[in-house]
C-alpha cells in the first residue's frame, strides 16, 4: 500500500468538516463546525443560510484540522472534497476552496460523492468483510447499498419519497419539538419505553424500495383524529406531553420495523458477510438494537460508526479519498459539482 496524508473537506448541507488520514494511523484528526443552532429556528436547513456561514467558516476549519493533525498543508498528498449530492451553495464554497488550494499548492484532487461516504463510514473504524449490506438512512437519503468492494457499491433500493431522517425531522416539526427531530423524537420514545401506541402503517412497498410520506401523513390524520392539529393552520393545538410520547415511540416502531423488513428481505436475496448501519439516522439506539437483533439472527456480524462518523463529517470523505489514491484515482481540477 502506497503511503498518503490526505486532506478531507465536507461542504454539502449544514456542516462545514474537515480531517486529515494518513494510511498507517488512520484518521488523525477530525473538526466540524455544525450550523443546527443557526437553522433551528426555521425547522430545516435554509441552503442560502448554509453557503454564507461556509464562507465564514471554511478556512478555519480546515485549519483546526491541519492543527490537530500536527501538520501543515505541504504535508498533505491529496485533497478528497465531497462533489455531490447537496446543496449546490454549500458544495460549490467546499470544492472552490478545494480546488484554490490544490491548484495554488500543486496538490492532487479527488472528487467524492457524499453518499459513498456514508456507505463506508463503518469500514472507518472496522475491518468490514466484503460483500457487505449498508443500510444508510440520513436527512437526504435513505437507501440500500450491495458493497462488493472499495468504491464498488451496487443500489439495491432508495426512497421514493422522504428520507427517513427527513420524516423524523418532519414528524418532529409537527409536534413542535425543534430541529434537528431524530435525537429529540429518539429521547421522547425512551421515556414510555416504546410501546406501539399508534398503530401507524408499515411500508406496503414489496421490493426494496423505502417510502416514509404515508407514514408522515398518518401521524398527522392521528393528531387531527385527537383534536391535536388544526389541519387548514398547520399547527399543534395541544400541549399534551404524553400524546407526544406516544406518537414518538410508535413513529420509532413504525420506522424500526421498516427498516428491519427491508433488511430482511434484501439478506433472503443475496449472500452478505455482514451488515453495516450508516448515516445520522444510525445514531438511534434503537433502529440500531433491532438491526443488530435481526444481524444476530442470521449470524452476520453488525457495524455501526461511532456517532461522530454517524452524522456528516469529514473523516468519511478523506476514507474514501485515500482508497481512491490507493487505486489511483485521482480527478483533474475542472470537476463538476452535482
Ligand atoms: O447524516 P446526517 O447528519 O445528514 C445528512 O446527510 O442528511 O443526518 C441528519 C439526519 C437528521 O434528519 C436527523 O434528524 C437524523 O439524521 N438523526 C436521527 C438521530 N440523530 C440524527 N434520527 C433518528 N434518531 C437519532 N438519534
Ligand atoms: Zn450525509
Known amino acids: 500500500m502506497k503511503h498518503y496524508t490526505i486532506l478531507g473537506i465536507e461542504t454539502s448541507c449544514d456542516e462545514v468538516a474537515a480531517s486529515v488520514y494518513q494510511t498507517e494511523k488512520k484518521v488523525i484528526s477530525h473538526k466540524m463546525y455544525s450550523q443546527t443552532e443557526q437553522h433551528k429556528k426555521f425547522g430545516g436547513v435554509v441552503p442560502e443560510i448554509a453557503s454564507r456561514i461556509h464562507i465564514v467558516k471554511i478556512n478555519g476549519i ?79 437519503h435513505t437507501s440500500l447499498y450491495k458493497i462488493t468492494d472499495y468504491g464498488v457499491i451496487e443500489t439495491l433500493g432508495t426512497t421514493l419519497d422522504d428520507a427517513a431522517g427527513e420524516a423524523f425531522d418532519k414528524v418532529a416539526k409537527m409536534l413542535k419539538l425543534g430541529y434537528p427531530g431524530g435525537p429529540i423524537i429518539e429521547k421522547l420514545a425512551k421515556e414510555v419505553d416504546f410501546k406501539d401506541f399508534f398503530n401507524y402503517p408499515r411500508n406496503k412497498t414489496t421490493n426494496l424500495m423505502f417510502s416514509f410520506s404515508g407514514l408522515k401523513t398518518a401521524v398527522l390524520y392521528d393528531l387531527v383524529k385527537q383534536n391535536a392539529y388544526h389541519l387548514k393552520e398547520k399547527t399543534l393545538i395541544t400541549d399534551d406531553y404524553s400524546l407526544k410520547q406516544k406518537v414518538a415511540s410508535s413513529f420509532l416502531h413504525c420506522v424500526a420495523d421498516i427498516f428491519v423488513d427491508k433488511i430482511k428481505k434484501a439478506l433472503n436475496q443475496d449472500d452478505y458477510k455482514g451488515v453495516a448501519f450508516v448515516g445520522g439516522v444510525a445514531c438511534n439506539a434503537y433502529i440500531r438494537l433491532k438491526i443488530k437483533e435481526l444481524a444476530d439472527q442470521r449470524g452476520l456480524p453488525f457495524f455501526v460508526p461511532s456517532p461522530l462518523y454517524c452524522t456528516d463529517n469529514a473523516a468519511m470523505i478523506a476514507f474514501v479519498g485515500h482508497y481512491k489514491a490507493q487505486q489511483n484515482k485521482f480527478d483533474s481540477l475542472d470537476f463538476e459539482i452535482l
Do not use: W, Y
Not at 100 to 129: Q, T, W, Y
Open 62 to 140: 480546515v485549519q483546526d484540522a491541519l492543527d490537530a493533525a500536527q501538520c501543515t498543508l505541504s504535508d498533505i498528498d491529496c485533497i478528497a472534497v465531497t462533489s455531490k449530492p447537496g446543496l449546490p451553495g454549500s458544495l460549490l464554497i467546499g470544492t472552490s476552496f478545494a480546488k484554490a488550494l490544490a491548484g495554488s499548492m500543486r496538490k492532487k484532487i479527488i472528487a467524492v460523492d457524499h453518499l459513498e461516504g456514508h456507505a463506508f463510514s463503518a469500514c472507518i473504524e472496522n475491518d468490514i468483510p466484503f460483500p457487505f449490506l449498508c443500510m444508510t438512512a440520513s436527512g437526504g
